[in-house]
DNA sequence: CTGAAAGCGCTAACAC
DNA sequence: GTGTTAGCGCTTTCAG
């Protein structure tokens, strides 16, 4: 007996209450002008009823779709699902995200669109069209999309920009959110320098993430101000183990190779770990080790790997908080919400080995 | 300029194609009685202005909603995020049935239920009211939660139960799924029987999973089959680190300890083979252990794990395409639909060290 | 502060 | 084959 028709709608709530549709729509949406006591009887229909609105029609009259569309890279997505390397990234978006959305009575709705496909626009109008969110949160790549944010823009739907400084002069309806990767990364190598190393190495990320820009910024600023040369201290890397094989290969190849290496990501690190052990370089005794991320893989790569904490979740909480307030009104903050991330210690870090025979001034 | 409804409609491509909105309607969902030309011309429209049908339009009037609800026990999927430990459950249920879902122009959405609370049925209520989904998918624990189970029949939902086989009779839209748990465990236990091994100890999931029992009968059998005694080598656990610890302890302090071990699941068998170093038994030298899941870490582990792989994606993927045949009206299948796990052999089995020296006929 | 009327975008049920 | 009519459940006007 498939009654596909809503079992108890508005109509029944309000016959129960003796009120009229109106009213115990005011009551639902905890609309002001209503009394009391009217408020009263109506919730109490609507428990004893087991009432509950469908966005459905929610939406389709005009209000909320109580949905926040959440995008993430296609590709790069499914290749993490497929792996299997425990990357979390999804899980602590859902944790952060989902959580938050449910508090507020919102539900949040994970889509995947590629990047650099011809067929963004399409399939991001085709899900608005679809779902009518109240809210889209972008994570990197997309968070700087100019397509998406300007459809975005256009559709006047307020949406989160995760790992996005958000341009220069930022966009109607986009909320910028970062986590630290300056600072966090400025952290990590001054922590290497605190610890007596001078050559620090650093693996960059890709190139289409902008993060990838601050974090080498980061790497580079404490290298400057402690006056240690990057000079051929960088490798190109994107964020495949692959790539951090070779990153690695080319640093400690260098005459004078770094006895600290900084990488963009865990798996770029993990590489740099193997390259290490199949150099019978210890770590950390002969080269520290400090990654980006800190996805489940870093505490359990050996030696476990300091790491820098992406607080993934939360900031995809405020993300939700954000644009839930947005839609209620609230003006956008004027500059990109920053959660820090911090740094992780465990064993991938010590001091040089090498730390006293190095040309050098300090201990 | 939020303009909130919607930028296209079916309306205005009925009017630019110059036939009736039920034309249109007909060309978009693929209903016969439409002459070729027409359809063509409608499909024109539809590309040329960009249409896409409203979801929350479709189910209002009575259609589906192209939605597909996805349920997770609360409690240990918060836990199992936030512990980081890098399990994948979720990840592969994303991947398998979203990607199944969005072949169909579906959509997938998560939600989690308390399942030891008073609250389902409040909890489920809303979720179909709010989102009237197509469909259901149900995992452990809820799978088999007649509470659920009775809601979604008496209403008429079709439900797919991951990891139940339906129960006795099996109900009116159930479909179960089940990822070959018996044969899995009796076929990892036999391997150790073939490495050798006559002592072989398990540790137990815990009971309101259905599918710890299936485990371990998997296990009993294979022990039987092959004339060795199980007496004294079942512990009882309940997924955690702690409780695969314990266990470890009561198996491995037996007057005739196992000398492999299965674990119903990663972690626990990683506690396994915490005790080991512990006590100094090499694994797989003295101690061999196979555990179920296959999330990440067993991969990560040290030695990595031989695992049974749970085939989640494929069978999430499964239940979404039979819950979408179901809606269509296929009938369902009439024996529990079942996905065979797979056992990955990797460094925590061989032979046991002690072969020759213990009392009994094979090698 | 409360109610009545109109309509959102789409499809089921009928006519033609 | 195609068009017309009515209505899904809710919120937006706008009256009172």
Redesign the interface.
């Known amino acids: 007996?498939?009654?596909?028709?809503?079992?108890?709608t508005i109509k029944h709530v309000a016959a129960d209450a003796g009120v009229s549709m109106q009213t115990v729509s005011r009551v639902i949406n905890k609309e002001p002008n209503v009394r009391p006591e009217m408020q009263a009887r109506v919730q109490e229909s609507i428990d004893r009823l087991?009432?509950?609105?469908?966005?459905?029609?929610q939406?389709?009259s005009?209000s909320r779709?109580?949905l926040i569309l959440a995008l993430n890279d296609r590709e790069r997505t499914?290749a993490?699902?497929?792996s299997?390397?425990?990357s979390?990234w999804?899980?602590?978006m859902?944790?952060g995200g989902?959580?938050k959305c449910?508090e507020h009575g919102y539900?949040?709705?994970?889509?995947?669109v590629d990047t650099h496909n011809d067929h963004v626009e399409?399939e991001l109008?085709?899900a608005i069209?679809?779902?009518?969110p109240d809210g889209v949160i972008l994570t990197p790549p997309h968070s700087d999309n100019p397509l998406i944010v300007g459809l975005l823009d256009e559709?006047?739907?307020p949406f989160a920009q995760i790992g996005s400084s958000g341009g220069e002069g930022g966009s109607a309806g986009g909320i910028p959110l970062i986590m630290g990767d300056t600072q966090a990364s400025s952290n990590a190598t001054q922590h290497l320098i605190d610890l007596g190393h001078e050559r620090i190495g650093f693996i960059k990320g890709p190139d289409d993430y902008v993060l990838s820009r601050w974090r080498e910024n980061g790497w580079r600023s404490a290298m400057d101000e402690a006056e240690l040369s990057a000079e051929g201290l960088s490798a190109q890397g994107d964020f495949s183990p692959a790539s951090g094989r070779i990153a690695a290969l080319q640093l400690l190849d260098l005459a004078d190779p770094p006895t600290a290496i900084l990488a963009s990501n865990d798996h770029m690190a993990i590489s740099v770990l193997e390259v290490a052990q199949e150099r019978e370089l210890a770590v950390p005794g002969d080269l520290s080790v400090i990654s980006f991320d800190n996805?489940?893989?870093a505490?359990?790569?050996?030696p476990p790997l300091t790491a820098i904490d992406q607080p993934v979740?939360e900031t995809t909480s405020r993300a939700v908080e954000l644009i839930i307030a947005a839609k209620r009104g609230a003006k956008r903050p004027d500059s990109p919400i920053d959660i820090p991330s911090k740094l992780v210690l465990r064993a991938s870090t010590a001091p040089p080995a090498s730390a006293t025979t190095r040309r050098k001034s300090g201990t």
């Open positions: 007996m498939a009654r596909r028709r809503q079992a108890v087991g009432y509950h609105p469908s966005i459905a029609a939406r389709m005009g779709s109580y499914i993490e699902w497929q299997r390397q425990g979390d999804v899980d602590q859902l944790l989902m959580l449910a539900r949040m709705i994970f889509e995947l399409r109008k085709a069209a679809a779902l009518q559709y006047g739907i996805t489940p893989i505490a359990l790569a050996n979740a």
